[in-house]
Nanobody, 120 residues
């Protein structure tokens, strides 16, 4: 079994910052990409940022220059630093890990999500 757990969400005023953390654990051989996605009420889940095991990153246009994704391979962890937050960033944020497990299956694993609310 592989578990993915997010933390760090909350309520923040516009212009503020939050840092999300994601930790993967369990029957992990290799983690390839790790990514952050978000889903706002009434909208589809969308990619926010992704980082490969080698450190290459990709961002949604809407967050470029404001969000930074990073990871610690030794801890099977990923982070999302969010600065200059806007009300339209309000959503549930999910972490995804592209994992090869102990039985050598390659699967996507998702966390349960963490709520980010940007409001004055």
């Amino acid at each position: 079994q592989v578990q993915v757990v997010e933390s760090g969400g909350g309520l923040v005023q516009p212009g503020g910052s939050l840092r999300l953390s994601c930790a993967a654990s369990g029957s992990i051989l290799v983690i390839y990409a790790m990514g952050w996605y978000r889903q706002a009420p009434g909208k589809q889940r969308e990619l926010v940022a992704v980082i490969t095991s080698g450190g290459s990153t990709n961002y949604a246009d809407s967050v470029k220059g404001r969000f930074t994704i990073s990871r610690d391979n030794a801890k099977n962890a990923a982070y999302l630093q969010m600065n200059n937050l806007k009300p339209e960033d309000t959503a549930v944020y999910y972490c995804n890990a592209d994992v090869v497990n102990y039985v050598r299956e390659r699967k996507d694993y998702w966390g349960q999500g963490t709520q980010v609310t940007v409001s004055s």
